[in-house]
């Protein structure tokens, strides 16, 4: 499985972005798509997340500004981030929890290879 995130970029307090994210390969279906970000000097941290049967979560900084959405079809995740802050500034990774080929499910962490969201003030 390979995973293709893109949408990242410079914004100005206030703004908004939305990232998207393809899952390609050999699989029947997801269990969990979802976003992470890591600032420098931090850890990686979830952002959102949200399952094949749609239900969502989301970390605190991310309620109420932040939206997760999914499309089953396309193996598609995306993030629309509105209100966006300075702390908001990190590497955003796509991440996919759990796969199923046929019958067989496997329960594995993949990660994307990273887009670069930078908000100034």
């Known amino acids: 499985v390979q995973l293709q995130a893109y949408g990242g970029g410079l914004v100005q307090a206030g703004g908004s972005l939305r990232l998207s994210c393809a899952a390609s390969?050999?699989?029947?279906?997801?269990?969990?798509m979802g976003w992470y970000r890591q600032a420098p000097g931090k850890q990686r941290e979830l952002v959102a997340s949200?399952?094949?049967?749609?239900?969502?979560n989301y970390a605190d900084s991310a309620k109420g500004r932040f939206t997760i959405s999914r499309d089953g079809a396309k193996n598609m995740v995306h993030l629309h981030m509105n209100s966006l802050k300075p702390e908001d500034t990190a590497v955003y990774y796509c991440?996919?929890?759990?796969?199923?080929?046929?019958?067989?499910?496997?329960?594995?962490?993949?990660w994307g290879q990273g887009t670069e969201v930078t908000v100034s003030s």
């Open positions: 390969g050999s699989f029947s279906s997801i269990n969990v």
């Open positions: 991440n996919v929890f759990g796969i199923r080929t046929g019958t067989t499910y496997y329960s594995m962490n993949i």
């Open positions: 949200i399952t094949s049967d749609g239900t969502t």
